[in-house]
């Protein structure tokens, strides 16, 4: 049994657990904290630093920093660190080695496989970057999971016996998060997940910093946004103050130096009351509602019926933020878990369940859903670009849904099926995942010919879409793996039609016996995908009269057979 | 093949309760982890049982269940159709079941249920005529007898039959929705009013109502289109009701973002159909306002833009000083951005342009009205101003009725043609047709590269409107 451990990769800082004993363990890092930050630094004898020490640098050489990263996964974006250039991925990628290091020596043994959270609301490229990430570290990532199913899971595991209904908020630094899940029978059902990928405790950051900024200005007529060594300070004391203003009703920010003006050194002095920080953010608390009302509609589930409410992720310890849950749900939240470790715990849980280290009764089963809606691009009325919905949103996963689709003008022989994630109902607004065609659709007037199109979606995030005539049995598909991308399948090709080549009478009764071994189901499992592979390739050579390569599939095939 | 009941180890008379514990109990033993296979098997029966228990639970389909198991297996498999909306093969289903257990009020009622839904609205009908006949009793037959002759088109027969389920008591949305349109139909606008305002009244705050919030929403655009047309209007009152129910159903409101916006555009044609003296404006700013809460500016800026504006051409329309030209104009440089594509645009702005045009010189005069009260139709329009001072007119209206007479052939709604026919003549004269003499007549006399170009310029055609031409 290879243990898998679990990550929370947050955006401002990175947690790691893994289960000992049927239980969740944070692992400590070689500063002996659970907690390390998610800042990559360099010096400058060009040596990365990660972690607390980068943290503690970037005072002294802002633009030798990066924080934050988590907010860049998957855009088109670089960054710079020192003189060279970085993607988000390999910012995170070295973060990930460097938990990858000192778990290793936490644990005694080098740890290979992970499972690594991220916001619910993370769309497939964000998903498939944080994989990349872990790729690039020396990670193979077993399984992304949500990070409020993570936090759920977490409580769920003490609480097995538990029915109840629990919505977890999770407002972290980067990201914000409604998930619904509900808890029967030592099962936890995701039942909805919706957030705002760009919405987090950092905002609350920036609001205090242009606030201060402004004030600074107007008093002293000095602009500090151009000072990167300002600004670092500022939001250093800025973030600081946002903490303090959770205990207490005033903090004061004082800053010497901060600026000149005609020689002179110029003070930062304010004092932020509480009031006044919560007016600052009260439009970004604002945008906080409409995720949850999706989330109540989606799931079914009204307030009144929830049972619990946890609060996950650091900006749930500002005060207003419980005070708004608590008015607009009107139900009191509750801090049952850590919010610091219950992700990187639950992440945990999850690569227990997998790699087996949590078995039996005590365990957890989990069923979680898909957070985007899938579809086609199809015709309707006049629409040539309307996102027809196969698998909607926040469906229990793993998944398979069909359609039919009806050829659109006459004598239609071909069809592209491209497949899209959104939730816009014009599909070019959505995001594109692949295209394929299906061929051979007999020639008829408009709408006579079926075309069956099937959405397969599997926990490991692997959708497989098929197109089927039912009038002839023809058949193309595509396989749109997230969570691998690089080694995406190459696309397939129709090839129920490889009897009409000339080839073919030479190989019919070795397919015919192929395909009725495979029908047979004495394959062994780890053969089967081999042996359904090599089938198709030895059909494609034969529809395609590549002798060289039909006859190379041909002895595999027979090979394979006589074992 | 398994049952679905069979599958989640199930009697079939199994409540919701025990196919929720079936199911959970299922998915420990067979998780998406270790068999996604089956678990998928399980998770399908588990969701279309519980559709079949919680779906339908309408009066209409809910009669005495009789003994035999066999019955009782394929009246849920009909029910599990009409849940997932297969109403062809529900109703198949149940002639089916018709013939193999006898006519049941239950079997009878589904049949025509799934008739209905399906569009086979003769047959329905005849299902309908059937159970009313045969159950007397039972009020819910007349009323659904009413819809499917409402269905099945005939308009007199329904009214009646309406009229007759009304006065049994039947009050719901769909009953009552569809009772107005056959009023609509019938031109009987009052009755339609008087039956919609009683249903929008009786909307209150339990969940049962806000279930059916679209089908109020449908009441009140419906309640807007039939007022105009009578005497007495209700407006005030509509208008009043509808404030009183955006406000009760808060931010429910966001899942009709696309209702609202329909519906308050359809005040704002309505109230401009109202007398001067309807104090009702005050309500509609009103509307507004609490309609903005959940359906905020910045998130609908094109929704509101056009709201706004069609405010103001409201507004124009009741300003005496101006021609009607303007408000044309109004909705083809202001308004048309949000709502139309280019070509569109471009086909309605030329339309007011070519109106203005044939009015000028006397409708100059209002151009400093446009200038002062409307300055954003001003703005846009500008270009146009500022080339009616300085280019030849007759020469702008010939470049403009060119373009307008090609696109004409295909667009609908223009005003020009309505209003100056003669003009479609001579724009006919500008088009080469070949078919008719199959050369190219030029209207006027050929304009030299190096005469004076015809825009008035004062420069050489060849360096003006000549340029691109070689």
């Not at chain 1, 907690?35 to 630094?41: C, L």
């Not at chain 1, 394959?523 to 030895?538: G, T």
């Amino acid at each position: 049994m290879e243990t898998i451990i679990g990550i929370d990769l947050g955006t401002s800082t990175t947690e790691v657990a893994v289960i000992r004993n049927g239980k969740p363990e944070i692992i400590l890092n070689f500063d002996g904290e659970k907690v390390t930050p998610s800042v990559v630094g360099i010096d400058d004898s060009g040596n990365i630093l990660v972690g607390e020490s980068a943290l503690a640098r970037q005072i002294i050489a802002p633009e030798q920093t990066v924080i934050e990263i988590k907010r860049k996964m998957g855009l088109n974006e670089r960054v710079h660190l020192g003189k060279t250039i970085f993607t988000p991925e390999q910012i995170s990628a070295q973060i990930l080695s460097y938990v990858k290091r000192f778990v290793g020596e936490y644990m005694e043994e080098d740890i290979t496989k992970a499972v690594i959270s991220v916001p619910a609301y993370f769309d497939e490229i964000q998903r498939q970057a944080t994989v990349e990430a872990g790729r690039q570290a020396g990670f193979s990532v077993e399984r992304i999971i949500n990070e409020p199913t993570a936090a759920a899971l977490s409580y769920g595991l003490s609480h097995l016996d538990e029915e109840s209904h629990i919505l977890v908020y999770d407002f972290g630094g980067g990201t914000f998060d409604v998930t619904l899940l509900e808890m029967f029978g030592g099962v936890l059902e995701v039942k909805a997940s919706n957030g705002d990928n760009q919405l987090g405790g950092k905002d609350f950051d920036q609001k205090l910093i242009d606030f201060l900024v402004e004030r600074f200005e107007e008093k002293n007529g000095v602009d500090l946004r151009k000072d990167i060594y300002a600004m670092t300070r500022l939001k250093s004391e800025a973030i600081k103050c946002k903490i303090a203003l959770s205990s207490n009703e005033q903090s004061e920010i004082i800053i010497p130096m901060i600026a000149n003006k005609d020689g002179k050194p110029l003070a930062l002095e304010e004092t932020i009351t509480r009031t006044q920080f919560e007016e600052l953010i009260s439009e970004l608390v604002e945008r906080t509602h409409e995720p949850i009302d999706i989330v109540l509609n989606d799931s079914g589930v009204s307030e009144k019926d929830l049972d619990m409410i946890l609060l996950v992720g650091g900006s749930t310890r500002v005060p207003i933020i419980k005070e708004d849950i608590a008015q607009y749900l009107g139900k009191e939240p509750v801090q049952a878990i850590d919010p610091d470790y219950a992700v990187a715990e639950g992440a945990a849980i999850q690569a227990g369940i997998l790699s087996g280290a949590l078995d039996g009764d005590d365990s957890i089963v989990i069923t979680d859903v898909n957070p985007y809606t899938l579809g086609i691009r199809a015709l309707s009325y006049d629409d040539f670009d309307y996102m027809s919905v196969i698998i909607p949103r926040n469906t229990t996963i793993p998944v398979t849904k069909k359609e039919l689709y009806y050829t659109s003008w006459d004598n239609q022989t071909s069809a592209l099926i491209e497949v899209f994630q959104g939730e816009s109902s014009t599909a070019s607004h959505n995001h594109c995942l692949g295209t394929f065609h299906i061929e051979g659709i007999p020639s008829r007037r408009a709408g006579l010919e079926k075309i069956e199109v099937s959405f397969s979606y599997n926990l490991n995030g692997m959708l497989n879409v098929e197109a089927y005539i039912p009038s002839t049995g023809n058949a193309a598909e595509i396989t749109i793996d997230m969570l691998n991308q690089n080694d995406k399948k190459e696309q397939r090709i129709d090839v129920s039609n490889w009897k009409k080549s000339p080839l073919a009478p030479d190989f019919r009764p070795l397919v015919r016996r192929c395909e009725k071994w495979l029908s047979s189901g004495k394959i062994a499992e780890e053969d089967l995908e081999y042996v359904q592979d090599c089938l198709y390739s030895l059909k494609k050579a034969i529809i395609e009269e590549d002798l060289e390569n039909a006859e190379w599939y041909e002895n595999e095939i027979h090979e394979l057979m006589e074992e | 093949m398994q049952n679905d009941y069979e599958i989640l180890g199930l009697n079939i008379d199994a409540t919701q309760d025990e196919a929720k514990r079936a199911y959970f109990k299922l998915v420990r033993q067979f998780s998406p982890e270790k068999d996604p296979e089956h678990f998928q098997k399980i998770r399908g029966a588990y969701e279309r049982i519980l559709a079949a228990v919680t779906g339908k639970k309408d009066e209409e389909l809910n009669f005495e269940m009789p003994d035999n198991p066999d019955a009782i297996f394929v009246i849920k498999a009909i029910r599990t159709l009409i849940h997932n909306e297969d109403y062809k093969k529900a109703s198949n289903m149940a002639e089916h079941a018709i013939n193999d257990f006898g006519e049941s009020e239950l079997l009878l009622s589904l049949l025509a249920y799934s008739q209905r839904m399906s569009g086979s609205s003769g047959k329905a009908v005849k299902t309908y005529e059937k159970l009313v006949k045969k159950y007397p009793k039972q009020n819910i037959h007349k009323r659904n007898l009413a819809l499917a002759y409402y269905q099945r088109g005939f308009g007199k027969k329904a009214f009646t039959a309406f009229e007759k389920a009304y006065a049994l008591g039947f009050r719901d949305c769909d009953f009552i929705l569809q009772f107005s349109t056959c009023c609509r139909d019938r031109n009987n606008y009052s009755r339609g009013v008087e039956i919609l305002l009683e249903l929008v009244r009786s909307f209150d705050n339990t969940k049962e109502a806000k279930e059916h919030i679209d089908d109020y929403i449908e009441a009140y655009m419906e309640l807007l289109t039939m007022n105009i047309f009578i005497i007495n209007s209700r407006f005030d009152e509509i208008v009043k009701l509808y404030l009183e129910f955006t406000k009760s159903i808060g931010r429910l409101i966001k899942k009709y973002d696309d209702e609202t916006f329909e519906i308050l555009l359809a005040i704002i044609m309505a109230a401009s159909e109202e007398d001067d003296d309807c104090n009702c404006i005050n309500y509609i700013e009103e509307i507004f306002n609490e309609t903005k809460k959940y359906l905020p500016q910045e998130k609908y800026s094109d929704q509101w833009y056009v709201i706004t504006n069609k405010l103001i051409e409201v507004k124009m329309e009741a300003n005496s000083h101006l021609s009607v030209e303007f408000q044309w104009c109004f909705e083809a440089f202001i308004l048309a951005y949000k709502i139309y594509d280019d070509t569109i645009i471009r086909f309605a702005q030329t339309d007011c342009k070519l109106l203005i045009i044939e009015r000028m010189p006397e409708i100059k005069e209002e151009f400093d009205i446009v200038k002062n009260e409307y300055p954003e139709l001003y703005t846009a329009m500008e270009d146009f101003f500022k080339q009616l001072e300085r280019e030849d007119i007759s020469y702008i209206k010939e470049k403009l009725l060119k373009y307008y007479n090609k696109a004409e052939k295909y667009m609908n709604g223009g005003h020009y043609y309505e209003l100056y026919p003669q003009e479609r003549r001579n724009a006919e004269k500008l088009q080469w047709n070949s078919e008719e003499d199959g050369s190219f007549i030029r209207s006027g006399k050929k304009i030299g590269r190096n005469d004076p170009c015809p825009c008035g310029s004062g420069k050489k055609y060849k360096q003006c409107c000549g340029r691109n031409k070689n």
